[in-house]
């Protein structure tokens, strides 16, 4: 568990509660029933399906503990990007790869939000903390898994 806030969309923050009550009203009375079919069978020392469902148990318990963490320090962020100068968190910002020529669009939002098949990405990432702050016709180097990249703010809104 980690301390401070968590800058999260709404929509990510509902996800984060739909899949805590996923866990609470499914999966936990499930692996439970399952605990106790297998108490059932007798000799627990060699009960390879005892074993697993309380393996099972363990991880979901885990989760549903970093759940509850995560959306207790969630802050949820209304994004209104319209004003802004600078990119800012929830801004959506088209790049100009300057290496390939390519326009690139992305969404930046907070690590619970990342999507990449919808392009959001997270504003911790690379490319995330690079283009934080900056203005339309700044460019920005970033060191990425692939290596460097040189992007051009070409729009953000």
């Known amino acids: 568990m980690s301390n401070g806030n968590l800058p999260i969309t709404r929509e990510g923050h509902e ?4 899949e805590l009550h996923l ?23 060699e009960n390879a399906e005892y074993d697993a469902a309380k393996e099972k148990q363990g991880k979901i318990e885990d989760r549903i503990r970093e759940l509850e963490d995560k959306i207790a320090r969630a802050q949820i962020i209304e994004i209104d990007t319209s004003t802004s100068e600078t990119v800012i968190f929830g801004t959506t910002v088209t790049v100009l790869d300057q290496a390939t020529s390519k326009e690139l669009q992305y ?8 999507d990449i098949l919808r392009n959001r990405i997270s504003i911790l990432s690379p490319i ?8 339309r016709g700044d460019a920005v180097q970033v060191t990425t898994p692939r290596g460097e990249k040189n992007l051009v703010i070409q729009t953000f809104r």
């Not at 996800?15 to 739909?18: D, M, P, R, S």
């Not at 995330?128 to 203005?135: E, I, P």
């Open 15 to 18: 996800k984060l509660v739909a």
């Open 128 to 135: 995330g903390k690079a283009l934080v702050g900056k203005r």
């Open 23 to 45: 866990y609470k009203t499914v999966e936990r009375p499930r692996i439970i029933q399952a605990i106790q079919e297998a108490r059932a069978q007798g000799d627990l020392s």
């Open 107 to 114: 969404q930046l939002v907070g690590p619970e939000d990342v």
